[in-house]
């Protein structure tokens, strides 16, 4: 077993909310524009202003595709592939 694993990882200090990632993660699974399939989530807190990215358990960062989807669509490029470490049980940290 590999010592690393794929994840998404987020910058929200550029990230603009424009759900691109979440329409194109849920393109990914439903084959629609559909960000209730998405397995990223981004909520802009209206008092603050201040944007909060989840990587949800069942990404499994577009396996297959070179970039993932949500990566390739993130204009302000807020998103982008790293590695996370695993630990014993197939869970990361």
Known sequence: MSAFAE?????????????????????RWSKK?????????????????LIDIKILQGCDTCRGIETPM????????????GRRHRIQGGTST
């Open 70 to 81: 949500c990566v390739a669509v993130c204009n302000p490029r807020v998103l982008s592939i």
């Open 33 to 49: 524009m559909d960000p209730a399939h998405s397995t990223i989530r981004v909520r802009r807190d209206d008092e603050s202003g």
């Open 7 to 27: 994840t998404i990882l987020a910058d929200v200090r550029v990230c603009t909310g424009c759900l691109a990632c979440e329409l194109a993660c849920g393109f």
